[in-house]
C-alpha cells in the first residue's frame, strides 16, 4: 500500500504559480509511475499531467502543456507539479496518484490516490 499526501495548494491570484507537492510514506516510489489529476466543482476527475518511473518520460493533458510541468525526485519519494500563468479555470483539487505502468491517462488505471490539494485561482 502506497500513501500520498498532496501539499502546495493554496489561493492564488491569476498570473501567479504555485508547486504541488505529493510525498510518499514509503520507500517505494520509484515503482510507480505517477500522475496528477484535478477536479473542479461539479466536474469529473480529469487527468493533467504524469511521469514515468524514472522520470525520463511526462506526458501531458493538451489543455495544460507548457504551463504545468511534472517532476519527481525518487530519493525523497515526492513527486511535483509546476503550475504557471494560472488560470481562474484551473481551480479545483490536485489529487496525485501511483499507478504501474507508465502513459497512464485515466484515473481507473492508478491504483493509490492522495486525499487531494485545493487550488484557487482569483480573477
Known amino acids: 500500500q502506497v500513501q500520498l499526501v498532496e501539499s502546495g495548494g493554496g489561493l492564488v491570484q491569476a498570473g501567479g504559480s504555485l508547486r504541488l507537492s505529493c510525498a510518499a510514506s514509503?520507500?517505494?516510489?520509484?515503482?510507480?509511475?505517477m500522475g496528477w489529476f484535478r477536479q473542479a466543482p461539479g466536474k469529473e476527475r480529469e487527468f493533467v499531467a504524469g511521469?514515468?518511473?524514472?522520470?525520463?518520460?511526462?506526458w501531458y493533458a493538451d489543455s495544460v502543456k507548457g504551463r504545468f510541468t511534472i517532476s519527481r525526485d525518487n530519493a525523497k519519494n515526492t513527486v511535483f507539479l509546476r503550475i504557471n500563468s494560472l488560470k481562474p479555470e484551473d481551480t479545483g483539487v490536485y489529487y496525485c496518484?501511483?499507478?504501474?505502468?507508465?502513459?497512464?491517462?485515466?484515473?481507473?488505471?492508478?491504483?493509490?490516490w492522495g486525499q487531494g490539494t485545493q487550488v484557487t485561482v482569483s480573477s
Open positions: 514509503r520507500p517505494a516510489l520509484s515503482s510507480y509511475a
Open positions: 496518484a501511483a499507478g504501474r505502468t507508465s502513459g497512464l491517462r485515466l484515473a481507473n488505471d492508478y491504483d493509490y
Open positions: 511521469i514515468s518511473q524514472s522520470g525520463g518520460v511526462t
